[in-house]
């Protein structure tokens, strides 16, 4: 079946890069998303990368696809306080397209 | 480009109560979709629309949850009676179309059911 993980928890210290990890399990699927939510809003689109690609950078953003091991990566260059927040990743895929959401990876940074 | 636009923000209701919440899409966006957010989770798909059709209700509770969206645009969720296990943040989105298009998320409507 369908599933997303990640682990629940990072703490780094303020100019640090930031490291989100991600594994999902349908080899089928066509996209792969990073979203961030902060307290009390919905979700903000990151990034996203195509599965046939393996890497992806958009100015701090760096986004690594491993298809063989089903495992996906989200690098924070210079990490600002304001990064702090909830990112969650997704795999899209499936006859209609759907998203299936990781449980969310909490990143705190300590300036 | 205005966003998802939801309401409303905050619901407090008793179990076995009644409530509604509205969506209305990006301008243009064929495809809508509701999810629920439980404390601690990531969204969990409901239901899906193309245009005013279903595409994908499999996750949705049919015996207490419906939804439409009946001239393709707008969308109501409703919560007929609600349970405890129903508090959690209703968030919807919408994408131009259907399949590898990007997600647009709206602000969500928070439920507690006391």
């Known amino acids: 079946g369908e599933d997303v993980e990640q682990s629940l928890f990072l703490s780094v210290r303020e100019g640090d890069s930031s490291v989100i990890n991600c594994t999902y399990t349908?080899?089928?699927?066509?996209?792969l998303y990073w979203y961030k939510q902060e307290p009390g809003a919905g979700l903000q689109l990151l990034t996203y990368?195509?599965?046939?690609?393996d890497m992806k950078q958009d100015q701090r953003l760096t986004v690594l696809l491993n298809k063989k091991d089903k495992h996906l990566s989200l690098r924070i260059a210079d990490t600002q306080t304001g990064d702090s927040a909830i990112y969650f990743c997704?795999?899209?895929?499936?006859?209609?397209?759907?998203?299936?959401f990781g449980t969310g990876t909490l990143l705190a940074v300590q300036p | 480009e205005a966003g998802v636009a939801q309401s409303p923000r905050y619901k407090i209701i008793e179990k076995r109560q009644s409530v509604a919440f509205w969506c209305n899409p990006i301008?243009?966006?064929?495809?809508l979709y509701w999810y629920q957010q439980i404390l601690g989770q990531g969204p969990k798909l409901l239901i899906q629309?193309?245009?005013?059709?279903?595409?994908?209700d499999s996750q949705l509770p049919k015996d207490r949850f419906s939804a439409e969206r009946l001239k393709g645009v707008d969308s109501t969720l409703k919560i007929q009676p609600a349970k405890l296990e129903d508090s959690a943040v209703y968030l919807c989105?919408?994408?131009?179309?259907?399949?590898?298009?990007?997600?647009?998320f709206g602000p969500g409507t928070r439920l507690l059911v006391l």
């Open positions: 997704a795999e899209q895929g499936g006859a209609t397209n759907k998203l299936i």
């Open positions: 629309f193309q245009n005013n059709g279903v595409v994908d």
């Open positions: 990368i195509f599965s046939n690609m």
């Open positions: 301008s243009g966006h064929a495809t």
């Open positions: 349908d080899s089928s699927s066509t996209y």
């Open positions: 989105a919408s994408s131009l179309i259907q399949g590898g298009e990007t997600q647009y």
